[in-house]
Nanobody
Framework: QVQLVESGGGLVQPGGSLRLSCAAS????????MGWYRQTPGKQRELVAL???????NYADPVKGRFTISKDNAKNTVYLQMDSLKPEDTAVYYC?????????WGQGTQVTVSS
């Protein structure tokens, strides 16, 4: 099992940047897959970015070239650097860890992009 705590959300103007952090309660070195998802009211949760235990990354098309996922194994933390933010990036962002067939989620952090 693992507990995940997100932080770093907030209000930002279009074109601005935010960095989200996801702190895990245990070592993430061996966790095969971690990622960020987002959800807006009335819509399904959608994938934003994934990172494997070997730091291979994958991004959803809407965020390619603007968002960067990374991790610091020593700090048991996964990051999401979000640049060139758009109003349509407004959502609650959730950290996720996959351990075997189990999926673990954080409580979410709100990101609002508005002028």
């Amino acid at each position: 099992q693992v507990q995940l705590v997100e932080s770093g959300g907030g209000l930002v103007q279009p074109g601005g940047s935010l960095r989200l952090s996801c702190a895990a309660s245990r070592s993430i070195f061996s966790l095969y897959l971690m990622g960020w998802y987002r959800q807006t009211p009335g819509k399904q949760r959608e994938l934003v970015a994934l990172i494997t235990n070997r730091s291979r990354t994958n991004y959803a098309d809407p965020v390619k070239g603007r968002f960067t996922i990374s991790k610091d194994n020593a700090k048991n933390t996964v990051y999401l650097q979000m640049d060139s933010l758009k109003p349509e990036d407004t959502a609650v962002y959730y950290c996720n860890a996959a351990i075997g067939i189990e999926m673990y989620w954080g409580q979410g952090t709100q990101v609002t992009v508005s002028s």
